[in-house]
């Protein structure tokens, strides 16, 4: 693990750094096309390490020390600020980042599926395990998984990844399809898994085939974010024994770089963390976009903008909340490592 460590740190960081610079420049883009005025675009975080201001916007353009962030300052105030843009220019802005996020993902995705980089594994069920639990609940070649416990199964890691995030020896109820009819069977898991193996790999036929892998990863990643917590719920399991942070991500990255023809899972890997960072972004808490666009809605509705000393206070204990989780998540990850 701590060989992973050292060689997952820097590509780690850099993409991270790629992904959160992407999400302000969707802020940036959609703040400059309705002239609002940007203080400064920031890569990383801490003391400027090089800076430059242009001299027709006057923004100033930052490279800072701690590769690990970034941030678009907007003016709050005056004639070409956030507070006096119209509510829904003011969604828009927020909604930039993650959707940004959400394209690039798409535009990667697309790329790995129409160059034959990566495979698409639909849920489709190839062969059972000898004295699998499956085979003993009736499941046949052939079946195409639609369901597991009423959570939607887009490709086939959804079905490994709801596998886990259920009790053991939990009754699981899977929905399928079967020469047209939908039908269901209640799967006890054996030593945690269905014993169903994927099928064979396919490969995108073109690009139109292409972008539909593309979309369906995608909504296979945002369907299991959104249900997310209700499975954490069921699964009586804290967030922070299941959520990873940076120290994981440089885990999941070392162990990448260090085989063979690494590009395509790297880029798979900065494909779903952009998702990811595009997601999490939307959470309705005050510090993240989601929470922003929140407030806008209610504002809109009470025709009136939120006192901003309550807004900042909202911000501020938002932001110190996240920075305790951030640090829950990076100790329990570290910890692993020391066991």
């Not at 975080?45 to 923004?59: E, F, I, K, V």
């Not at 369907?223 to 299941?242: A, F, I, R, S, Y």
Request: glycine letters at 8%; aromatic letters at 8%.
């Amino acid at each position: 693990m701590i060989s992973n460590l050292a060689a997952g740190a820097l590509p780690a960081i850099a993409i991270l750094l790629l992904l959160i610079s992407i999400h302000e420049w969707g802020h940036y883009f959609i703040a400059r096309r309705f002239g609002i005025t940007i203080k400064e675009y920031a890569i990383g975080l801490g003391p400027a390490l090089w800076h430059r201001t242009s001299t027709r916007t006057q923004t100033l353009y930052t490279v800072r020390a701690i590769p690990l962030g970034g941030f678009v300052q907007i003016a709050d105030s005056g004639p070409h600020s956030m507070r006096e843009s119209a509510p829904w220019v003011r969604f828009l802005v927020y909604a930039a980042g993650p959707a940004v996020n959400v394209i690039f993902a798409f535009a990667l995705l697309f790329g790995l599926f129409v160059s034959h980089s990566a495979p698409f594994i639909a849920p489709i069920v190839n062969t059972l395990t000898p004295d699998g639990a499956a085979l003993a609940a009736g499941l046949q070649p052939g079946d195409r998984l639609t369901a597991v416990n009423g959570v939607a199964v887009y490709q086939f890691s959804d079905v490994h990844a709801l596998a886990t995030l259920s009790p053991a020896h939990h009754p699981d109820t899977i929905a399928f399809i079967r020469d047209g009819q939908v039908h269901s069977v209640v799967v006890v898991k054996k030593g945690g898994l269905f014993g169903i193996q994927s099928p064979d790999m396919r490969y995108a036929s073109g690009p139109l085939e292409a972008a539909e892998f593309a979309a369906t990863a995608i909504a296979s990643a945002t369907n299991l974010t959104v249900n997310l917590p209700t499975l954490l719920w069921q699964l009586k399991e804290p967030p922070g024994d299941v959520l990873q942070g940076p120290v994981a991500i440089a885990d999941m990255t070392g162990d990448i770089v260090k085989q063979s023809g690494a590009f395509a899972p790297l880029a798979m890997l900065t494909a779903l963390l952009s998702i990811a960072i595009g997601l999490t972004n939307l959470i309705p808490i005050p510090i993240l976009d989601g929470g922003r666009m929140l407030i806008i809605v209610i504002e809109a509705l009470a025709r009136r903008q939120l006192d901003r000393r309550i807004e900042n206070l909202l911000v501020a204990s938002s932001a110190a909340f996240m920075l305790v989780v951030l640090l829950l998540v990076t100790y329990k990850d570290v910890s692993v490592y020391f066991q």
